[in-house]
């Protein structure tokens, strides 16, 4: 079946420094592949998405690139802020007849300090 | 309305009752979704509707959870004879469904349950 694994957190950062949260997955076909945000308090939100490989989502300064040939999809940031504190969850859909259904990955929080 | 609207926002409850859960998606979905968000498993799936077609049921935890969506519409998840296992943020999400290209799916701010 269907999984994403995503770098285990909790990650601490100072503002302005430069993100990277690991995503890879395992899927068969074609999936597309989603970075979803949790701000404290909040549901979960949209922030990008690459729906084919070499494809880049990007979004308030976050990106991400489809990479089919290492099956990743790693988040990237180059200055966070303090705002940007919040959990991420790396997803995709599957291709053919489960592509309605997202599949996570645990989810990464991240602390950004003044 | 402009989101996916749930409610209640928090329930407690006592172990052993039923809880029923709302889930009001974005007008003109005709897909929509239950996931159950919780510390131990992270964010499960639990049930999937589309338009007329017979719902995915596959991911409900057990025969105590149902769910239902009248019209086309407005879904509600319903947990009978609670376990304290049952404590979780209950998702609803909606999308418009296309077969390929890779839905957006909105979610709402979750309903909170503990049951005590």
């Known amino acids: 079946g269907n999984s994403v694994t995503q770098m285990e957190g909790p990650v601490t950062l100072s503002e302005e420094a430069f993100l990277t949260i690991n995503c890879t997955y395992t899927a068969t076909g074609y999936p597309s592949l989603f970075w979803y945000v949790q701000y404290p308090g909040e549901g979960l939100q949209l922030l990008l998405k690459?729906?084919?490989?070499?494809d880049k989502g990007s979004n308030k300064g976050f990106e991400a690139t489809y990479r089919k040939e290492t099956t990743s999809f790693h988040l990237e940031k180059g200055s966070v802020q303090v705002s940007d504190s919040a959990v991420y969850f790396c997803?995709?859909?599957?291709?053919?007849?489960?592509?309605?259904?997202?599949?996570f990955g645990k989810g990464t929080l991240l602390t950004v300090n003044p | 309305g402009a989101g996916v609207s749930q409610s209640p926002s928090n329930k407690v409850t006592e172990k052993g009752k039923d809880v029923e859960l709302r889930c009001d998606p974005i007008?003109?979905?005709?897909?929509l979704y239950w996931y159950r968000q919780s510390l131990g498993q992270g964010l499960e799936f639990l049930i999937y509707f589309q338009g007329n077609s017979a719902p995915d049921k596959s991911g409900l935890p057990s025969d105590r959870f149902s769910a239902e969506r009248t019209g086309g519409s407005v879904s509600t998840l319903t947990i009978q004879r609670t376990q304290q296992e049952d404590s979780a943020v209950y998702l609803c999400a909606s999308s418009t469904y296309r077969a390929s290209s890779g839905n957006t799916i909105y979610f709402g701010e979750g309903s909170w349950l503990t049951v005590v």
């Open positions: 690459a729906t084919k490989a070499d």
């Open positions: 007008s003109g979905h005709t897909a």
């Open positions: 997803a995709l859909t599957g291709s053919g007849g489960s592509n309605y259904k997202l599949t």
